[in-house]
Nanobody
Framework: VQLQAYGGGLAHAGGSLRLSCAAS????????VGWFRQGPGKEREFVAA????????YYADSVKGRFAMSRDNAKKMVYLQMNSLKPEDTAVYYC???????????????????WGQGTQVTVSS
């Protein structure tokens, strides 16, 4: 599938942003989808993911309770609602999808085949 992430921008600490990821492909509902981020000078890290044909979202400890991931298979969209933003959330955020991603690989970037171009999120203190 092809992915396009958007919705990033500038937010103050404590604020909110909603990221969206538009996907193509006829069998999108059978894909695992994930959000990853890469901050300045840092490696890409897992943020949130939903497994294939699964409505349960899994989160990194750093965002648990603040971020909420959802997907709308009919619209082929994935969302990441980010609340209570912190300066350390500043990063380029990527959406990813995988047709063969197994549950144990949801948090690993290598578990995904397709990636969007990324959208910048900047949180000021």
């Amino acid at each position: 599938v092809q992915l396009q992430a958007y919705g990033g921008g500038l937010a103050h600490a404590g604020g909110s942003l909603r990221l969206s990821c538009a996907a193509s492909g006829r069998t999108f509902s059978s894909y695992a989808v994930g959000w990853f981020r890469q901050g300045p000078g840092k490696e890409r890290e897992f943020v949130a993911a939903m497994g294939r044909n699964n409505v349960i979202a899994y989160y990194a400890d750093s965002v648990k309770g603040r971020f909420a991931m959802s997907r709308d298979n009919a619209k082929k969209m994935v969302y990441l609602q980010m609340n209570s933003l912190k300066p350390e959330d500043t990063a380029v955020y990527y959406c990813a999808a995988g047709s063969r991603t197994i549950m144990s690989n949801l948090g690993r970037s290598a578990g995904y085949d397709d990636w969007g171009q990324g959208t910048q999120v900047t949180v000021s203190s």
